[in-house]
C-alpha cells in the first residue's frame, strides 16, 4: 500500500469548514483513498473513500487532485464533536486490510 | 443494525498472566480483525478472518497471541503469557466480505493494562 503523510495536529474554529490535507505521492492507479475517524475511547468509523472523482456523503467531502497524489478531507460545518483522530488510508485493491498511520488530531475550537 | 460488540470493556492483568477478548461482529459480516492500538500510535492488524478461515496473520506474535474464528462468527483472542509491552487497545471490526468497497465497522475495544 502507498504510504500516507498527513499533518500531526489542527485547529478549527466551531462552524467553519475544516480541512484536512494528506499526501500519497506514490499511490498507483488501482489504490483508493479512505477517510475513517477516531474520537476519543472509540474505535475507528469510516467516513468516506474514492478513486478518482470527488465523493460527497452526509459526513464530508473527499476531493482528491487530478494527478491524485494528494487529497482533502473537508468537514463543510466542524462541530466540536468532530474533535477527532482522522485516519488517510490508501488501499491496494486487492488487499483487504486497512492500514493506519499516525493520522491527524483535529481540535475544533468553540 | 447492531454493531461490533466486545467485551471486556478493560482489563488488568499481570505480566505472565493469560487474557482473552471477545468480539461479535455484525451480522452477516464475512470478515473480521483484530487490530491493536498503543497509546498514540494508529491501530495495526494483527489478524484477520474470512468466514473462519485467516487471510492475514503476519503480524500476530504466534508465541503469545492466538485468535479463532468458530463457525465463522464470533471471534476470541487470547495472550499467554502478557507483557507489559501488550498494554494496548484491543479493536475488532468487520465488514461485508473486505473487499476495497466496503467499510469496516469497528467495536468500542477492550483496553488491557499489564502490570
Known amino acids: 500500500d502507498a504510504k500516507t503523510t498527513q499533518p500531526p495536529s489542527m485547529d478549527c474554529a466551531e462552524g467553519r469548514a475544516a480541512n484536512l490535507p494528506c499526501n500519497h505521492s506514490?499511490?498507483?492507479?488501482?489504490?483508493?483513498v479512505y477517510w475513517y475517524r477516531q474520537i476519543h475511547s472509540q474505535g475507528p468509523q469510516y467516513i468516506i473513500h474514492?478513486?478518482?472523482n470527488n465523493e460527497t456523503n452526509e459526513m464530508a467531502s473527499l476531493i482528491i487532485t487530478e494527478d491524485r497524489k494528494s487529497s482533502t478531507l473537508i468537514l463543510p460545518h466542524a462541530t466540536l464533536r468532530d474533535t477527532a483522530v482522522y485516519y488517510c488510508?490508501?488501499?491496494?485493491?486487492?488487499?483487504?486490510?486497512?492500514?493506519f498511520g499516525s493520522g491527524t488530531q483535529l481540535t475544533v475550537l468553540p | 443494525e447492531a454493531g461490533v460488540a466486545q467485551s471486556p470493556r478493560y482489563k488488568i492483568i499481570e505480566k505472565r498472566q493469560s487474557v482473552a477478548f471477545w468480539c461479535n461482529p455484525i451480522?452477516?459480516?464475512?470478515?473480521l480483525y483484530w487490530y491493536q492500538q498503543i497509546l498514540g500510535q494508529g491501530p495495526k492488524l494483527l489478524i484477520q478472518?474470512?468466514?473462519?478461515?485467516?487471510?492475514?496473520d503476519s503480524q500476530l506474535p504466534k508465541d503469545r497471541f492466538s485468535a479463532e474464528r468458530l463457525k465463522g462468527v464470533d471471534s476470541t483472542l487470547k495472550i499467554q503469557p502478557a507483557k507489559l509491552e501488550d498494554s494496548a487497545v484491543y479493536l475488532c471490526?468487520?465488514?461485508?466480505?473486505?473487499?476495497?468497497?466496503?467499510?469496516?465497522?469497528f467495536g468500542q475495544g477492550t483496553r488491557l493494562t499489564v502490570v
Open positions: 506514490t499511490i498507483s492507479g488501482n489504490e483508493y
Open positions: 488510508i490508501v488501499r491496494v485493491s486487492s488487499a483487504r486490510q486497512l492500514t
Open positions: 478472518f474470512q468466514n473462519n478461515g485467516v487471510v492475514d
Open positions: 451480522s452477516g459480516h464475512a470478515t
Open positions: 474514492g478513486l478518482k
Open positions: 471490526a468487520s465488514s461485508l466480505d473486505g473487499g476495497r468497497r466496503t467499510e469496516a465497522f
